[in-house]
T-cell receptor, first 116, second 112 residues
Framework: GAGVSQSPRYKVAKRGQDVALRCDPI?????LFWYQQALGQGPEFLTY????????KSGLPSDRFFAERPEGSVSTLKIQRTQQEDSAVYLC??????????????FGEGSWLTVV | AQSVTQLDSQVPVFEEAPVELRCNYS??????LFWYVQYPNQGLQLLLK??????LVKGINGFEAEFNKSQTSFHLRKPSVHISDTAEYFC??????????FGQGTTLQVKP
C-alpha cells in the first residue's frame, strides 16, 4: 500500500478485556516496529520484526503484551487482560532495509487505545 | 545506552519569526539523528535525518538541523515559521540496533 495502515484507529476496551491491533506495513518492507506513545510523551519502543522473525522484544512492558508477524507482512499486537495504564497510542512503523541504522522508518497513524 | 533530551516542552513563536527547537543526545556509539513532526491525530512524519557527511542537514518544509558532535546536539531551525508549522516535534537517535529512541517532544505553537 501507499503507507503504513493500522486498525482499528480507535478502540475502547473494558479493563480485563483482550485487544488486538493490526498493522499493514508498506509493501516489501522488511523491518517492522511497534511503539507505544502515552499522552504527552514521546514514542517508546516495544518490539521489532525482521520479516517474520521477532528479533527484539525488549520494550514489551509485561507478558500481557504479545506481537506476531507470521508471514512477514501484516503484524498484530495483542494485549491481554488490559489495564488502565495500557491506554496509549500504539504506533506501527516499517522500513525497507534490515535492522541497520539510517533507514527511513515510516509510521502509521496509530491505534488509540482507551481502557475504561 | 542512548537517550535524547528535548530542552523545551513548548515553544511559542509569532508567525514569520525564526525558531530553534533544541535537542541533545547521549550515546556511547556512533549515532544517526532524526527529527519527526506529528500533526494532531496523525502519525509521525520524517522532517530530516543525519547519517554522515555534512553536519548541516536540510529537510522538508524549510526546516534544517545541524549536527554538533562536540556538544552532542542536533537542533532544528526554521528561518520563518507559518501557522501550519504548529505541531509536535520529536528528536530521535538510533545506533547500531536500528531502533529509534525518541525525546519527549516539543510543542511548537505559531501565533498569528
Amino acid at each position: 500500500g501507499a503507507g503504513v495502515s493500522q486498525s482499528p484507529r480507535y478502540k475502547v476496551a473494558k479493563r480485563g478485556q483482550d485487544v488486538a491491533l493490526r498493522c499493514d506495513p508498506i509493501s516489501g518492507h522488511v523491518s517492522l516496529f511497534w511503539y507505544q506513545q502515552a499522552l504527552g510523551q514521546g514514542p517508546e519502543f516495544l518490539t521489532y520484526f525482521q520479516n517474520e522473525a521477532q528479533l527484539d522484544k525488549s520494550g514489551l512492558p509485561s507478558d500481557r503484551f504479545f506481537a506476531e508477524r507470521p508471514e512477514g507482512s501484516v503484524s498484530t499486537l495483542k494485549i491481554q487482560r488490559t489495564q488502565q495504564e495500557d491506554s496509549a497510542v500504539y504506533l506501527c512503523a516499517s522500513s525497507l532495509g534490515t535492522q541497520s541504522s539510517g533507514n527511513t522508518i515510516y509510521f502509521g497513524e496509530g491505534s488509540w487505545l482507551t481502557v475504561v | 545506552a542512548q537517550s535524547v533530551t528535548q530542552l523545551d516542552s513548548q515553544v511559542p513563536v509569532f508567525e514569520e519569526a525564526p525558531v530553534e527547537l533544541r535537542c541533545n543526545y547521549s550515546s556511547s556509539v556512533s549515532v544517526y539523528l532524526f527529527w519527526y513532526v506529528q500533526y494532531p491525530n496523525q502519525g509521525l512524519q520524517l522532517l530530516l535525518k543525519y547519517l554522515s557527511g555534512s553536519t548541516l542537514v536540510k529537510g522538508i518544509n524549510g526546516f534544517e538541523a545541524e549536527f554538533n558532535k562536540s556538544q552532542t546536539s542536533f537542533h532544528l531551525r526554521k528561518p520563518s515559521v507559518h501557522i501550519s508549522d504548529t505541531a509536535e516535534y520529536f528528536c530521535a537517535v538510533s545506533g547500531n540496533t536500528g531502533k529509534l529512541i525518541f525525546g519527549q517532544g516539543t510543542t511548537l505553537q505559531v501565533k498569528p
